[in-house]
């Protein structure tokens, strides 16, 4: 039988990478929720294991429907929220509405996904479930409130989830990059002066990395090679954290 695995933020960056390893492996039935399909075009015409569906994850009141209506016949044997969004602001503009966007997308959403993912309908006992949150979880950077808390929450979301769902053995971990060379991180070096891109790069001792680098954890965390681990977060981030 096929392994169903659930993938936001399919369509860029670090989502992106793991969709096309994932589908390397045609045992592997791919979902991937994304907004906009034309990134990942050639992904979607040239992979029949591969559903995009599309999906604003700030419709949290449309997740039960999704389930409903694209899931409904599927136990889910992975999951990798990858979805995020990122702003720095000072925090004199970070108005409760910046915050809650960045907590919708980051830390609302997941947990909407996981509410019907962890239901015997919609997951395999065994299943592993991850959680992308970032160095900043846990660790702090001026300008980066919204984001860094957002990060952090979903270590709670991590701990918590690996007891309840640890009757099943559904595994639940957070995985912790340092700055990877994404999408995302363009549109945040484009808002720095090249010194502090400079500096920034040199607090990765070993530099900064590329999605390749984070799908080695990943693939690790799916696959029965970590069957007895759970509720942990893993740094994976060129040294940034160690000093
Ligand atoms: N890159 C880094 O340096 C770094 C470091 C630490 C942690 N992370 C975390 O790793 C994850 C992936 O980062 P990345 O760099 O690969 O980001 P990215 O290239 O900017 O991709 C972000 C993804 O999130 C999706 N997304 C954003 N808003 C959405 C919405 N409203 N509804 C549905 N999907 C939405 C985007 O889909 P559409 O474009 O289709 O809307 C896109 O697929 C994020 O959680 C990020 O915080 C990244």
């Known amino acids: 039988m096929k392994k169903s695995i659930l993938i936001t933020g399919v369509t860029s960056g670090i989502g992106k990478a793991i969709a096309e390893e994932l589908l390397l492996d045609s045992n592997i039935q791919l979902f991937g929720i994304g907004r906009d399909r034309t990134k990942i075009q050639h992904l979607i ?20 429907g999704l389930f409903k209506e694209e899931f409904n016949d599927i ?23 910046k915050v809650r966007s960045i907590f ?4 609302f959403s997941a947990i909407e996904l996981l509410r ?7 997951s395999l006992d065994g299943a592993s479930f991850i959680l992308m949150s970032s160095v900043m979880g846990e660790l702090g950077q001026a300008g980066k409130v919204g984001y860094c808390s957002s990060k952090a929450a979903l270590l709670g979301v991590v701990k918590s ?26 549109k945040l070096f484009e808002q720095l002066d090249e010194e502090n891109v400079r500096k920034i790069k040199s607090m990765h001792p070993i530099g900064i990395g590329e999605v390749s680098d984070v799908v ?13 681990v759970t509720g942990q977060n893993f740094k994976i981030d060129g040294g940034y954290s160690i000093q």
């Open 116 to 122: 019907f993912l962890s239901k015997k309908k919609h």
């Open 45 to 64: 015409n040239n992979n029949v294991n591969f559903t995009f569906i599309n999906f604003d994850l700030f419709q949290i009141d449309k997740v039960e």
């Open 104 to 107: 919708q997308i980051n830390v």
């Open 216 to 228: 080695g954890i990943l693939m690790y965390l799916l696959s029965d090679k970590s069957k007895w």
């Open 161 to 186: 989830l690996a007891l309840e769902l640890s009757k099943r053995v559904i595994r639940v971990n957070a995985v912790l990059p340092g700055i990877v060379n994404t999408p995302l991180t363009e």
């Open 75 to 97: 136990k889910f044997s992975g999951f990798i929220h990858c979805a995020g969004i990122e702003e720095t602001l000072p925090i004199s503009l970070y108005t409760p509405e």
